[in-house]
């Protein structure tokens, strides 16, 4: 559990953070991690001023794809679900977003199988510059 609080960003990260941030997107976690896990995630990679407070599932209570979890964003953003962007690292995880009615996307970064879900994220890619399209046309 220890080397979660060594992670770092992908090199790519920074840079599409920032194109983001200069379009005036909000941006925050919304996490089975806890805050001290998040805040060491992004203070390793000196991205703290893209970020929003933590949405961490300890404040609900409920692991996602616990509804509760999900409903952290647009409670915290002011915004319907069906206008927020999720990308998730799992595709189990784009699932349940997608069935809360977020916009979603898969970061599938170690080019893994998807899972049999009922649910299909909106949009699959591999790299930030495979997000930022799929934001930006959204």
């Known amino acids: 559990m220890h080397s979660y609080l060594e992670l770092k960003a992908w090199d ?15 941006m925050a976690f919304l996490s089975n991690f806890t805050s ?14 893209f970020f929003e407070e933590h949405l961490t599932t300890d404040r609900v209570h409920a692991f996602k ?19 927020i962007v999720f990308c998730a690292s799992a595709s189990w995880d784009a699932a349940g977003a997608k069935g809360f009615g977020y916009q979603t ?3 599938n970064r170690a080019h893994q199988t998807e899972e049999q879900l009922e649910m299909k994220p909106d949009e699959t890619g591999y790299s930030m510059a495979d997000l930022s399209r799929f934001v930006f046309q959204v």
Request: hydrophobic residues 55%; glycine residues 6%; without cysteine.
């Open 12 to 26: 790519d990260v920074r840079s599409a953070l920032e194109a983001f941030r200069d379009a005036g997107i909000r």
């Open 36 to 49: 001290a896990m998040l805040n060491a995630a992004v203070k390793n990679s000196a991205l703290g001023r």
């Open 65 to 83: 794809p616990d509804p509760r979890a999900y409903a952290m964003a647009p409670e915290a953003f002011g915004m319907a679900a069906e206008d």
């Open 105 to 107: 996307f898969w970061m």
